[in-house]
């Protein structure tokens, strides 16, 4: 929110109360003090001053509340409710800050200028005021900044929640009213959506195969051919009975020793085969449903107003 000079304060008007809050809360944040920040908006719950009367009660009663605007911080106006009472000449209102001193003031002094009398006040031209002060009846709550050299920064907090000045409104308005008489001259147009469903695939984890070896014990037997020695005794008589001579004695033996052969059994661990492992790709088709919504373009009409329309186009008649 740009001003057309360089000026010291800065007007914001918020249709949103609560941005309005919000607003001056980040304008505090950011260093500004609750005597350079004003706040005006109507209070919903207050009373109208229409029918109010010039009885002693009744003025003390707005003196009192007009007190109580100017003695409470911004943020305790706000933690309050915030209902500032009866001030002269602009109804019920919350204010607050500079709002409140000045609008305190200028009801002790008599003034009937009000908020109008209180924007002139801080420096902004009349005409100006006089926009603002018709903004405040219509409902909007006005918040200023005495910037005092800090007036960009304050004016993009303003902005940035949503607050505007004459200026932005009226250039707001200027754009708005272009594009109507641009979409008159050549055509409005309408664009028409639907939703559309795309599958993505991915890839999830279903289950697995193991694959290991067990140790399996049997037994075998194999016939191994072995040699053992044995020994032959084989007698011969001599012939005659012719000796060689010699004499008869006892104990004379003669050692042959026999051997055989022993089988001893070694084991030797050798390939007999392999298992190969591999994952193939099946192909296979799911069905997937979803609910998607789209556009579809009405025509009403009122009287006897003649439409061409496709037969995408449903066209409602109204006749008076």
């Known amino acids: 929110m740009k001003a057309a000079t360089k000026r010291s304060v800065v007007v914001g008007v918020f249709e949103d109360r609560s941005k309005a ?30 029918t109010a009367t010039t009885d002693k009660g ?11 605007a100017a003695g409470a911080g911004i943020g305790a106006m706000w933690a309050l409710g915030i209902a500032a009472g009866m001030l002269p000449a602009i109804g ?26 209180a924007l002139v006040g801080l420096g902004i031209p009349e005409d100006e005021a006089n926009y603002y002060h018709s903004e405040f009846e219509a ?3 006005i ?22 000045n004459q200026q932005s409104a009226a250039t707001s308005t200027a754009s708005s009213a272009t594009s109507a008489s641009s979409a008159t001259k050549t055509g409005a147009k309408v664009e028409v959506h639907e939703e ?20 399996v014990t049997e037994n075998k037997t194999i016939e ?19 000796t060689k001579g010699g004499t008869v004695r006892a104990g004379e033996e003669i050692r042959i020793p026999v051997s055989e052969e022993q089988v001893h059994l070694e084991k030797e661990t050798v390939v007999t085969g392999e298992v190969k492992i591999g994952k193939r790709t099946v ?20 009287g006897n107003a003649n439409v061409r329309a496709d037969s995408n186009t449903e066209t409602v008649g109204k006749r008076r």
């Open 283 to 302: 192909p296979g088709t799911e069905k997937v449903t979803g609910t998607v919504r789209k556009e579809q373009v009405k025509v009403d009409t009122e």
């Open 196 to 215: 559309q469903l795309h599958a993505h695939k991915q890839p999830v984890r279903t289950g697995e195969v193991r694959v290991r070896k067990e140790v």
């Open 58 to 68: 009744s003025k003390a009663a707005a003196g009192a509340a007009t007190g109580v």
């Open 92 to 117: 019920p209102v919350i204010a607050g800050g500079i709002f409140a001193s000045i609008l305190a003031s200028a009801a002790g002094a008599g003034a009937a200028g009000g908020l109008l009398g």
């Open 21 to 50: 809050q919000k607003c001056v809360e980040e304008l505090r944040n950011a260093g500004f003090r609750e005597d350079q920040i004003g706040v005006a908006g109507r209070d919903g719950d207050a009373t109208s001053t229409s």
């Open 224 to 242: 191994v051919p072995v040699n053992r020695e044995e020994v032959v005794i084989e007698r011969h008589n001599v012939a005659g009975g012719k």
């Open 139 to 141: 409902g909007r709550t």
């Open 143 to 164: 918040v200023t900044v005495k910037a005092n050299g800090r007036y960009d920064e304050a004016s993009a907090i303003v902005t940035r929640y949503g607050g505007y």
